[in-house]
């Protein structure tokens, strides 16, 4: 199987809190899962990606979890601004092959 | 640097018309994708090349064609557009051997076919 399954579709969260968007992904030859945040009239642009050999990946604000016995990674926004209102899509795929599977995005809006 | 350029923006098509989208990059990327957003969908692999000269199919390619004559561009052709090709084309593009890059999208095309 090839699918990557995102949840939720759609996240409204507070300024200041933490936006949380789930992945579960069936193939378990993947091993490699970016995340990509896309800007309204944009396309998507490499936000943070990690690898399996690791459970946490850290970027600013920005946060991987991975879980690999469970098949489930999730992106974490902490102090979530309304800059950070976009389009989430998380991926799934094979190192050196060339294409990965995309979730079907979370639109996040964050209030003022 | 330009990334990847996309052409045209938008574009309006009755049904039957075809049309050919661009797709140039700049970044000396081996590989070219092209992909279609639909709402609740995600992004869905239309057509992919890995090289010069060379192009195989995706997860929906029925109804398009593509060409990668030149490294730098790949081209994305509907020969009898239809309703359900109503979509935002992205092309994206990427190294061959850094996948911590990932990929370089361009920012759309937007087709309606009335």
């Known amino acids: 199987q090839q699918q990557v399954k995102q949840s939720p579709q759609s996240l409204i969260v507070q300024k200041g809190g933490i936006s949380i968007i789930n992945c579960a992904y069936e193939?378990?030859?993947?091993?490699?899962f970016p995340w990509y945040q896309q800007f309204p009239g944009k396309g998507p642009a490499l936000l943070i990606a990690i690898r399996p050999d690791v459970s946490e990946k850290k970027e600013g604000r920005f946060t991987i979890s991975f879980n690999k016995s469970a098949k489930q990674f999730s992106l974490h926004i902490m102090d979530s601004q309304p800059g950070d209102s976009a389009t989430y899509f998380c991926?799934?795929?094979?190192?050196?092959?060339?294409?990965?599977?995309f979730g079907t995005g979370t639109r996040l809006k964050v209030l003022a | 640097n330009a990334g990847v350029t996309q052409t045209p923006k938008f574009r309006v098509l009755k049904t039957g018309q075809s049309m050919t989208l661009l797709c140039a990059q700049d970044m000396n990327h081996e590989y070219m994708y092209w992909y279609r957003q639909d709402p609740g969908m995600g992004l869905r692999l239309i057509h992919y090349?890995?090289?010069?000269?060379?192009?195989a199919k995706g997860e929906v390619p029925d109804g398009y064609n593509v060409s990668r004559l030149k490294k730098q561009n790949f081209l994305l052709g509907l020969e009898s557009a239809a309703p359900s090709q109503t979509s935002v084309y992205f092309c994206?593009?990427?190294?061959?051997?850094?996948?911590?890059?990932?990929?370089?999208f361009g920012s759309g095309t937007r087709l309606t076919v009335v």
């Open positions: 090349s890995v090289g010069e000269g060379t192009t």
């Open positions: 991926a799934g795929g094979v190192s050196g092959t060339y294409k990965y599977i």
């Open positions: 193939n378990t030859a993947f091993d490699y």
């Open positions: 994206a593009s990427s190294y061959r051997d850094r996948p911590n890059y990932g990929y370089t």
